[in-house]
């Protein structure tokens, strides 16, 4: 899973979620989420932070609110197995940043599982052309528009408003 527009509400482009307070759930995703976890399914955020790099908000802050989050998901019944975070500036040329795919091989070695068998979900176009470089599968959550310029080879598996409306459908296409 992606974090920023899936787990939570994202901040306005420029900027970060800096603080807990102003960490938004996305209801209609933890919905998805849910049935998904309730069906077996367990997930690893992988995000782009590069806040970090760019000194707008701390480790520290990024640590409490990954704490934070993790806890509350929990609560509701949705198995988080780890996050993996690239906290470089987007001007490092880092294997990492997705749309770059090292965070997902990482991902893969740490929990030993198949890629090929895998569905990354994210907001963005970046997320589907990461998920491709990693070998695996994508589910974008958004507007289809907003695909018009991603190439044929990158695009997902499924385009919706939001997980809870694909959650059914996943489950199948998972089985």
């Known amino acids: 899973l992606d974090r920023d527009g899936i787990i939570n509400r994202k901040a306005k482009k420029g900027e970060y979620i800096k603080v807990w307070k102003d960490f938004t759930f996305i209801k209609k995703n933890l919905l998805g989420l849910r049935k998904l976890s ?16 760019r000194k ?3 480790k520290k802050n990024l640590s409490i609110m990954n704490y934070k989050m993790k806890k509350y998901l929990k609560k509701l019944g949705i198995n988080i197995l780890s996050t993996y975070y690239c906290c470089h500036h987007w001007k490092d ?4 940043r997705k749309p770059n795919p090292g965070l997902f091989y990482k991902a893969s070695k740490d929990w030993n ?21 990693a070998n695996c599968k994508s589910v974008f959550i958004g507007r289809d528009k ?12 499924y385009v919706a408003n939001n997980i809870d409306k694909i959650s059914n459908k996943l489950i199948k296409y998972l089985k």
Not at 38 to 53: D, H, L, T, V
């Open 93 to 96: 040329n880092c294997s990492c």
């Open 38 to 53: 309730k069906a077996g399914y367990k997930f690893i955020i992988i995000s782009n932070q590069a806040g970090i790099a």
């Open 146 to 157: 907003e695909l018009n310029s991603l190439r044929k080879k990158y695009r997902p598996v």
């Open 56 to 58: 707008i908000i701390t």
């Open 113 to 133: 599982f198949n890629l090929e068998k895998t569905i990354y979900i994210g907001d963005d176009i970046r997320d589907c052309i990461a998920s491709y470089n």
